[in-house]
């Protein structure tokens, strides 16, 4: 049988959940706190059903560390996995293995959510911008550090219609439909870009160069991205690991443009913890930051100030990708699910092995199986619950620094 095919890619620490464009979800890997979603917390290298609403097709799905939120079909916004800060905000603090409805403001139509490490945003049709989950630095944004239990409306820029959203680590991104950038939270490193590494309870101007057309914006977990119209990447905050491209590792507090070939032309990016893809024109991929486990695409593991050229398998063209902690995934045009990058947990699929420096397609046999599973969602995301000191892991990231630890 010929494998099945995919629609979108996001990937975080070490799960990875994978949705058919039948609509069948289906996740593997890490599941100690249920973010695979099958109501079990046991480790899973081949796939196995996310139980969501029977009927419920899933048209968005993000997730960067432990929690998995899904844009269901019928207009509701479920979420599973870690909930220590509320992110599942449905009252507890409680990990949930299976989906659970987020509690939206009425008459709120939701078109977009986007996880962050332990805070959620959400976008509403009418470009209303809603948050909930940690918020230690200010990264729900509405002036205060206080817990909410549940989605909170944030004031972006005024009068000015938010078109997309992006979590971080504790910092928050929104790009407006005048092509602006605002952000909050955490700005230790700079993060949010307006000259200062003052952290801001409120969303602030990122200082963005003149001219400039803004489409989309992705944040790192102490840094940011955002891609322009005619395909240029600008990036700000953390750099340790070369993650803003720019050639030096050095932290900017202000926006700076990534060192991409003068006619290359970027027109999807996606940020990891400390590394970053970007997607060309024809299909190509474009990777730079950290690569400790060959979540660039790259054999030779190593950090990259630099953005770099990915081989890929012969005739492929990505159609989407999306870069998680030591892991990242792809869809290519033809609806192949591609990935690299760590496998400690099985989040590749299929034979484990310690790491799988270049993209590598998952196996048909793998994709068989997960096209019997009765599911619902269209998407693919990986992500993993949050380090703990007792949790056993090869790699844990602390604050900037990416550290081994016993297996």
């Known amino acids: ?121 959400a976008l509403s049709s009418a470009g209303e911008v809603y948050a909930w989950g940690d918020n230690s630095c200010g990264q729900l944004g509405f002036g205060a550090t206080d817990e909410e239990d549940g989605p909170v409306a944030i004031q972006v820029g005024g009068s000015q219609t938010v078109t997309r959203v992006s979590g971080g680590g504790m910092h928050s991104l929104a790009l407006t439909r005048s092509g602006s950038v605002y952000a909050w939270g955490d700005n230790s490193y700079g993060q949010l870009g307006d000259g200062t590494t003052h952290a801001s309870t409120k969303p602030v101007a990122v200082r963005l160069p003149d001219l400039a057309v803004f489409v989309q914006v992705a944040a790192l977990a102490n840094a940011s991205l955002a891609l322009t119209a005619d395909g240029r990447v600008f990036a700000w905050g953390d750099n340790a690991f070369g993650q803003l491209g720019d050639g030096t590792t050095v932290g900017r507090p202000l926006p700076v443009q990534a060192l991409l070939p003068s006619r ?58 999306s870069a998680g902690f030591a892991h990242s995934a792809g869809v290519s045009t033809e609806g192949r699910l591609l990935s690299w990058g760590a496998d400690w947990a099985g989040q590749l699929a299929g034979e484990m092995l310690p790491v799988r420096p270049g993209p590598t397609t998952v196996p048909d046999a793998s994709v068989k199986d997960a096209t019997v599973l009765p599911l619902g969602p269209r998407a693919v995301a990986a992500g993993s619950a949050r380090p703990r000191v007792e949790e056993p892991s090869r790699w844990v990231y602390v604050g900037r620094e990416v550290k081994t630890a016993v297996s």
């Not at 899973?44 to 968005?60: E, F, H, I, M, S």
């Not at 400790?292 to 695409?297: F, I, K, L, N, S």
């Open 264 to 321: 290359l032309k970027i027109c999807e990016i996606s940020g990891g913890s400390v590394h970053a893809l970007g997607l060309d024109a024809d299909g190509g991929l474009r990777t730079w930051g950290h690569c400790h486990a060959g979540q660039r695409g790259v054999s030779v593991l190593g950090d990259r100030s630099v953005p770099v050229q990915v081989g890929t398998p012969a005739g492929t063209a990505f159609a989407h990708v």
């Open 1 to 121: 049988m010929a494998p099945d095919r995919f629609r979108q890619a996001v990937v975080g620490r070490a799960f990875t959940i994978a949705v058919t464009a039948e609509g069948a979800a289906v996740g593997w890997g890490d599941n100690s706190l249920g973010a695979l979603g099958n109501g079990a917390g046991t480790r899973q290298r081949g796939p196995v059903a996310v139980t969501l609403p029977k009927g419920v097709d899933v048209t968005w799905l993000s997730a960067k560390w432990g929690t998995v939120y899904a844009l269901g079909s019928d207009g509701q916004v479920y979420a599973w996995g870690d909930n220590g800060f509320g992110q599942l905000a449905d009252g507890t603090t409680d990990p949930s293995p299976t989906p659970v409805p987020v509690a939206m403001p009425v008459g709120a139509k939701i078109v977009d959510v986007d996880a962050g490490y332990w805070h959620a945003l």
